[in-house]
């Protein structure tokens, strides 16, 4: 037998491959609790305003409480699973603009008359600002992408890739102060406190090296898409419903009606989301001082509501752009064309199902916590200074990453030690959280513990036109061009900054 068709024979399906991640999971708990894995780690008390040691050991699921955890938890888990509901509801959007012709209109426009690199471009650094909004950017970016790729003539698979890639490799690039980055702002200022209680920071202390980083990140990947990804893709073959679009006065007559409602929509939101304007600031939550926090606490009317905004823009655009073009004759219509996007969607709700089976028992067993905490320890313990220090934690956050996607879990453990440590060393508490993000950048892609990973899986299957369905290994290997990459380009601007000592934004600075 041939080692291709061995190969063929012996290619799991990524159901299986979740199936068999969760066995590992529960034996693997299993086995460290009983050689006693754990660890210990800082916390900031708020009551005594003191750091206090807690001590965080493996949970056993292969045990009766964790197999009674693992049935009692597992439905529940899922139909509180965010992606699901989100993918959902962004899906009857994506339906309406889709079926009415919107979507195709604007994006083969779009790629007649731009280049293809420039389309690339203009999606990576798309998805790479969108950070912005969250986690909301899989979700938008993810199924938006392979119909812009499709539409432009080119293998969808490549355009959800290239998205991945930019929403993954630049999560933790932010021009502004994103929701997570203020989180992370506050836990930074509460560790410096440990050594200087007068430390303080302003929110664009970062402006100047997340600028550069999102610049040469949007090349990096526009190049590896184009030169190195591209290629090896097998050829998409387009069916007849596929053909390219003939632009007349009826489409253009649609686009406009889409995107002059579509604007006055946004004005309305945009200007209620203004503080100081009359009759501003309705959708705020004034209690919290941080302009990103007023925008997305867990009290602003936007944060809660912003999924179903996106809902209703997609949906503006997708009927105004049919009763323009004439493509939307009545409300059946308009009923029919927003479940246009579900249909077929069984399998992945599958794939979701036990994606977020994975990550719920993975989560309680605590498996990535103790490790994040050895290796917050072992930083503690070192004595490296400077680039060596650098690297070391670089590589370590990297590692944790894969197992523990969290931004903010990941360093609510690491911070009360890891900025201490850097402030010794003479390195600015800032500076270590730019190092901290840059670092889990690389690797957030690579993981089926975070918890988009399975959107990018499920449209990668969506789009697969082999009759074997593609590995989850193999959508992994897609991302590693871009991981290498991208652990290139960070540590280059880490070690140029850290050198030439010159501001990482305003008030902010890489040596102390």
């Known amino acids: 037998m041939s080692k291709r068709k061995l190969k063929d024979r012996i290619t799991l399906n990524p159901i299986m491959t979740f199936i068999i991640l ?46 009674k955890y693992i ?104 021009i502004f102060l994103t929701s997570i980055d203020s989180e992370l702002l506050k836990l930074t200022l509460t560790s410096a406190a440990v ?14 090296i997340m600028l550069a980083a999102v610049v040469a ?51 309305f939101f945009i200007y209620n989301i203004i503080p100081g ?5 309705n959708l705020l939550d004034n209690t919290q001082t941080y302009y990103i ?29 049919g009763i323009g073009a004439k493509t939307i004759k009545n409300n059946n219509d308009v009923c029919n064309y927003l479940g246009h996007s579900l249909d077929g969607t069984g399998r992945t709700l599958v794939l979701i199902f036990f994606a977020s089976a994975l990550i719920n028992i993975f989560k309680k067993s605590e498996i990535g916590t103790v490790l994040i905490a050895t290796f917050t320890s072992f930083i503690e313990n ?4 400077g680039i060596p220090l650098i690297i070391l934690l670089f590589l370590l956050v990297s590692l944790g990453t894969l197992l523990v996607p969290s931004s903010t879990a990941k360093y609510s453990i690491m911070a009360g030690v ?35 990973f399975v959107i990018y899986l499920a449209f990668i299957q969506k789009y697969n036109q082999d009759e074997k369905p593609i590995s989850l290994f193999k959508t992994i290997k897609y991302q590693l061009p871009y991981s290498f990459g991208t652990a290139g380009l960070f540590i280059a601007l880490i070690i140029i900054w850290y050198i030439i000592g010159i501001p990482i934004g305003i008030g902010g600075a890489a040596v102390l």
Not at 30 to 40: A, C, K, M, P, R
Not at 111 to 121: A, D, Q, R
């Open 22 to 67: 969760m066995l590992v999971v529960i034996v693997a708990s299993g086995i460290l609790s009983l050689v006693g894995f754990e660890s210990t780690y800082n916390v900031y008390n708020d009551s005594t305003g003191e750091y206090t040691q807690t001590l965080v050991s493996v949970f056993n699921l292969f045990s009766l409480s964790g197999l």
């Open 71 to 174: 049935f009692t938890s597992t439905v529940s888990n899922f139909v509180a699973f965010t992606p699901l509901s989100m993918l959902i509801i962004i899906l009857i959007g994506i339906g309406i603009m889709e079926k009415s012709g919107f979507l195709k209109t604007a994006f083969t426009l779009l790629s007649k008359y731009c280049k293809k690199n420039t389309v690339t471009f203009v999606l990576v650094f798309l998805s790479i600002i969108s950070s912005l909004m969250g986690d909301l950017g899989y979700i938008i970016f993810i199924p938006l992408s392979a119909l812009l790729f499709l539409h432009g003539r080119r293998n969808p698979t490549l355009g959800i890739i290239a998205s991945f890639a930019g929403l993954t490799c630049g999560s933790g690039i932010s």
């Open 195 to 208: 050594l200087d209680k007068g430390y303080k920071l302003n929110t664009l202390c970062f402006l100047f």
């Open 217 to 267: 990140l949007s090349f990096l990947i526009t190049f590896i898409t184009e030169k190195i990804v591209a290629p090896r893709l097998p050829k998409y073959e387009f069916t007849e419903l596929e053909e390219d679009v003939v632009i007349g006065r009826k489409e253009l007559k649609g686009l406009i009606y889409a995107l002059g409602a579509g604007l006055l929509y946004l004005i």
């Open 277 to 281: 304007l009359p009759f501003s600031g």
């Open 293 to 321: 926090d007023k925008l997305f606490s867990y009290d602003s009317f936007f944060s809660n509501g912003f999924v179903f905004i996106i809902l209703i823009l997609f949906v503006i655009w997708g009927l105004f752009y």
């Open 382 to 385: 070192t004595s490296f200074t």
């Open 418 to 452: 890891v900025v201490p440590t850097l402030m010794n060393a003479g390195i600015t508490p800032e500076f270590g959280q730019v190092i901290f993000r840059f670092a889990e950048s690389i690797t957030t892609g690579l993981t089926p513990l975070l918890a988009y």
